[in-house]
Structure formats: C-alpha cells, structure tokens
C-alpha cells in the first residue's frame, strides 16, 4: 500500500477521486478517506479524516 491517494491511483476512482465532501461541503475536493458517517462508509476530503463525525 501506501500512497494510494496519490498520482495514478487516483485515476481508477470515479471522478478521479474528487466529489464534494459530505462533511465540509467542499466541491470539486479529493475524498480519499473513508470514513463511517452513520452506519454508511463514505468518503471524506483530508480535513475532515480524523472528525469524528459518527
Ligand atoms: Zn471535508
């Protein structure tokens, strides 16, 4: 592993990676960590990884 958000990894993600993010509401940000919001996986832009926003 390691890495993983970065360069062409990216690239086999949707959208390469970037969406909003559904804690800080951002657009257009790379969400690379998922993160449990509720029960459900989702994930977050690097801001909000370690909220714990459950
Ligand atoms: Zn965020």
Known sequence: MGKS???KGLYKMPAHGRGTCP???RTRIKLLYPVK??????NV???????DAT
């Open 37 to 42: 919001i509720e029960g459900a996986q989702k």
């Open 23 to 25: 804690i800080c509401g």
């Open 5 to 7: 958000h970065r360069g």
């Open 45 to 51: 832009c690097k801001n909000c990884r370690n909220t």
